[in-house]
């Protein structure tokens, strides 16, 4: 991967930001703050999509979450419309923390927007690098996220939920997420081939 001292500097920011999250997370016996964990993770599962990705690419994914406890599901109606109200609000925020980290270490305006871009997942489905942050995000939550919600939810929202993941997904995803799915206890497993069955 290519690498620069700018772009370690970036990382490192970005993840000094992460660290400051009240909320923890497990993870291979350690616990860190929710936030860095994941941005991580995401860095981890995109390092396997896409071994040769670009640093726009590579920091946009890390910059994911980037200070998402900042603004909690709470502020926004529980509703389905209060949901994407809230995820709409939180793309563009962190979008914005991550322009502001990445012009304190001297990137240039056309590498921020792309990196911008990538966050709020613009042309999704026509851009190949956005689709492989979305891959990265549906791994991240089938390897750690989806054991938690399938003990908050009912089976059938998790299967939906399950559903519409796989979906978003390309087949290095796919692929990538069947060995996953290998490792996971038997009832999560089984919730998993009723979503693709």
Same mark, same amino acid.
């Given at each position: ?76 109606? =529980?509703?389905?419309? /209060? ?8 793309? @563009?925020?962190? +979008? #914005? !923390?991550? $322009? ?68 978003? =997904?390309?087949?290095? /995803? ?8 290998? @490792?996971?206890? +038997? #009832? !999560?497993? $089984? ?7």
């Amino acid at each position: 991967m290519n690498s620069t001292p700018r772009f370690e500097q970036a990382l490192a920011k970005i993840d000094a930001a992460n660290s400051e999250d009240p909320h923890r997370a497990q993870f291979e016996h350690q616990s860190l703050p929710e936030c860095l964990l994941y941005g991580q993770r995401m860095s981890h599962w995109l390092a396997q999509l896409e071994p040769s990705a670009s640093q726009a690419l590579r920091l946009a994914v890390r910059s994911q979450h980037l200070r998402r406890w900042s603004i909690p599901r709470s502020t926004y109606p =529980m509703t389905r419309p /209060g949901y994407h109200q809230w995820r709409t609000t939180l793309a @563009r925020f962190h +979008a #914005d !923390q991550a $322009a502001d980290i990445l012009r304190s270490v001297g990137y240039d305006d056309p590498t921020i927007a792309r990196v911008q871009s990538l966050i709020r997942k613009e042309r999704l489905k026509a851009d190949p690098e956005a689709q492989a942050l979305e891959d990265a995000a549906c791994l991240v939550f089938l390897e750690g996220t989806f054991a938690q919600f399938a003990v908050q939810h009912d089976r059938a929202k998790i299967v939906d939920i399950l559903k519409k993941t796989w979906r978003k =997904m390309s087949p290095k /995803g796919h692929q990538l997420a069947q060995n996953l799915v290998e @490792r996971l206890p +038997a #009832d !999560q497993q $089984a919730m998993v081939r009723d979503a693709l069955g």
